[in-house]
C-alpha cells in the first residue's frame, strides 16, 4: 500500500492501519523507519490536536486503574483517547507495564479508545522516539487526547514530561516516609500532583498526604508562569474526582494559552530533533570503521590514565571525520 492510501486511511480512523503505523515506527529496520517517517511527513498537518498527558507515578500508585477509570470518563464524555506507554525496562522483564491488556479491560474494548504496550527494547531514548511518533500517529487519527504513561523509575518520566503537554503525578495516600522514595526531580516535573486511592480507610491518609504535598510543593519554582501545581485527591477504585482532574487540565491550559502551548511544543519538536541528532551522531561515530579500530586502545589509554580523556576524544573525532 502506498504512502498517501496509508495515510488517508489512518486519517479516517483505521485502527489496523494506526496499529501498522506504529509498528512501522517501532521497527528498527531501515526501510521500515523510512516508511515510517515518509508517512509522518504526510501525516504532520494531521497532528497536533490532542490534549497530552503524561502520567508517572510509582509502582502500585495505581496508574493502571486510574488511566481505565479516567480515559472511561472522558470517552463517556464524547473524547477519544488513546494510552501509550514508556517502559525501557520492558526488554529486562520482557513484558510491559501494559503489555497485560486486562489491566485497562475497558478501554482495550472500546472503540473510541487505543491502548498501545510500550515498544520493548532499545534505550530510552529509542523507546521515547517511537512513543513520540507514535502519539503524532495517534492525533492524525484523531484521539483528541494522549496518555503517555511511565512507571516511576527515574529518567522516564523527563522523556514524558518532555513530550506531553500537562505532566500529571500520581501519588500514593500517604506522605512523610514515603514521599521519600519519590525523587525530588520528579516531583518538579509536576504540573499537577494527584493523590489516588482517597477511599475508605484510606481517605484520611489520603487528606493528609494531599495536604504534605501541597506545603511541599509551594517550596518549588512552577513549571509555568502564573500556575500553582495544584494537589487533588481521587479514588481510581469508586471513580470519584475523576472531572475534577479534567477541570485541572483545562485550567493548566488555559493558563499557558494557546501561544504558550504552541512555544512549549515548539520547544519540545526542537528538543526531540537535537536528540535525534545525538543519538545518530554516536551510531554513525561508533560503526565508524575508523573509530570502531581505535576504540578499544582508546578507551584503555584513558582508564590507565596514559592519555587524557580530551586528546583521545579529539583523536577519535579526527579519525571520525576523516582527518588522520
Ligand atoms: N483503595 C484503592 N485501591 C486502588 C485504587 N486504584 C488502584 N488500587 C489498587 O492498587 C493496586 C495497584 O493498582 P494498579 O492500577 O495495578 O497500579 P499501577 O500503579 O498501574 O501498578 P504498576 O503499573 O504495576 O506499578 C491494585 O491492587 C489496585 O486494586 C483506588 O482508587 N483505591
Redesign the pocket.
Same mark, same amino acid.
Given at each position: 500500500m502506498d504512502i498517501e492510501e496509508t495515510a488517508e486511511r489512518i486519517r479516517t480512523g483505521d485502527r489496523r492501519a494506526l496499529a501498522r503505523a506504529i509498528t512501522l515506527a517501532e521497527s528498527s529496520r531501515a526501510d521500515h523507519r523510512e516508511r515510517a517517517e515518509a508517512l509522518l511527513a504526510v501525516l504532520l498537518p494531521a497532528t497536533g490536536g490532542s490534549v497530552r498527558l503524561g502520567i508517572s !507515578?510509582?509502582? !502500585?500508585?495505581? $496508574?493502571?486503574?486510574?488511566? =481505565?477509570?479516567f480515559g472511561s470518563r472522558l470517552i463517556e464524555e464524547g473524547h477519544r483517547v488513546a494510552v501509550l506507554a514508556i517502559d525501557p525496562s520492558s526488554r529486562v522483564t520482557g513484558g510491559s507495564? %501494559?503489555g497485560d491488556k486486562t489491566?485497562m479491560e475497558r478501554l482495550a474494548r472500546s472503540p473510541e479508545a487505543f491502548v498501545r504496550p510500550s515498544p520493548t527494547g532499545g534505550s530510552l531514548g529509542g523507546v521515547a522516539r517511537r512513543t513520540r511518533e507514535a502519539l503524532l500517529l495517534c492525533e492524525a487519527a484523531g484521539f483528541d487526547v494522549t496518555i503517555v =504513561?511511565t512507571?516511576?523509575v527515574g529518567q522516564s518520566e523527563t522523556a514524558v514530561a518532555d513530550m506531553v503537554d500537562l505532566f500529571l503525578l %500520581?501519588l500514593p495516600?500517604a506522605g512523610g516516609d514515603e514521599l521519600q522514595g519519590i525523587k525530588k526531580g520528579v516531583v518538579e516535573l509536576a504540573d499537577l500532583v494527584v493523590v489516588? $486511592?482517597?477511599?475508605?480507610? %484510606?481517605l484520611a491518609s489520603a487528606r493528609r498526604a494531599a495536604a504534605e504535598y501541597q506545603s511541599a510543593l509551594r517550596m518549588l519554582r512552577p513549571t509555568t508562569a502564573d500556575w500553582q501545581v495544584p494537589v487533588l485527591q481521587?479514588?481510581?477504585? =469508586?471513580?470519584?474526582g475523576l472531572d475534577e482532574v479534567w477541570q485541572a487540565v483545562g485550567r493548566f491550559r488555559a493558563a499557558l494559552g494557546e501561544a504558550g502551548l504552541a512555544r512549549k511544543r515548539a520547544a519540545q519538536a526542537r528538543a526531540w530533533m537535537w536528540s535525534e541528532i545525538d543519538d545518530s551522531l554516536i551510531r554513525a561515530f561508533r560503526a565508524h570503521p575508523a573509530v570502531a579500530a581505535r576504540l578499544a586502545e582508546a578507551e584503555a589509554a584513558v582508564s590507565e590514565g596514559r592519555q587524557p580523556a580530551a586528546t583521545a576524544a579529539r583523536e577519535l573525532l579526527a579519525a571520525f571525520l576523516g582527518r588522520t
Open positions: !507515578g510509582p509502582p !502500585g500508585v495505581g $496508574k493502571s486503574s486510574f488511566i =481505565e477509570a507495564i %501494559l489491566r =504513561e512507571v516511576g %500520581l495516600p489516588n $486511592k482517597a477511599d475508605g480507610d %484510606l481521587v479514588s481510581a477504585r =469508586e471513580e470519584r
